[in-house]
């Protein structure tokens, strides 16, 4: 939408809706995303829901895009100022998406991590919703690989930092923050062999 357009009352709670039930996506998973719950968060009456979406899971495709949109947005622009202070691209994306910041943000981070288990199950919209958040990821990551990286090398790297992701969260404080740094020195030591930028 141009930023000379106001959105209209019907559109702002729109967007409020599914912001609540993207933060609900990536913190209780699609089980935990209730109507009730998102409108109360979304500080909209229930009965509301139906002008806006048909169905639960067609608010849950919306929000699951909308996640993905939203992660994506906020991992660019941390892996831009880690690339204009000097890293590669792909230690800058490694080093962000296993950072304790992206492990810690689970009601805002990536869907694809939080997800994985449900997207597998899913359905429909809600699977075709899902499975180009998986490509954006992998696109993503291969955008930041070194020349002359082996095929199939961002998809390895992105089903890596996705798992670590999700079984990182599984622990306290001190054995999450060696679990991503064992991943993270893993991962660049393996695939960016290119080191730091001249």
Same mark, same amino acid.
């Given at each position: 939408m141009p930023e000379d357009i106001k959105p209209n009352r019907r559109q702002q709670s729109h967007e409020r809706i599914l912001d609540a039930a993207a933060r609900a996506l990536c913190r209780d998973g699609?089980? /935990?995303v209730g109507v009730a719950g %998102?409108?109360?968060e979304a500080g909209l009456t229930h009965g509301g829901f139906y002008a806006h979406f048909e169905s639960r899971d067609a608010l849950l495709a919306e929000a699951v895009e909308r996640a993905g949109v939203l992660g994506n947005e906020r991992l660019r622009e941390r892996v831009r100022r880690r690339?204009? $202070?000097g890293s590669t691209p792909l230690r800058a994306v490694i080093e962000e998406y296993l950072s304790e910041l992206h492990a810690n943000a689970t009601d805002s981070g990536c869907p694809v991590a939080a997800l994985g288990a449900d997207m597998g199950? $899913?359905?429909g919209a809600l699977r075709e919703v899902a499975a180009r958040r998986v490509r954006? *990821? %992998?696109g993503l990551v291969a955008e930041s690989l070194p020349p002359g990286s082996a095929p199939g090398a961002a998809a390895v790297i992105a089903s890596t930092?996705? /798992?670590a992701i999700q079984m990182a969260r599984a622990f306290d404080d001190g054995e999450r923050v060696a679990m991503l740094q064992t991943c993270r020195e893993a *991962?660049? $030591?393996q695939y960016d062999r290119t080191g730091l930028k001249d």
């Open positions: 699609c089980s /935990g %998102v409108m109360k690339v204009d $202070a199950r $899913a359905q954006h *990821l %992998v930092v996705v /798992g *991962l660049i $030591a």
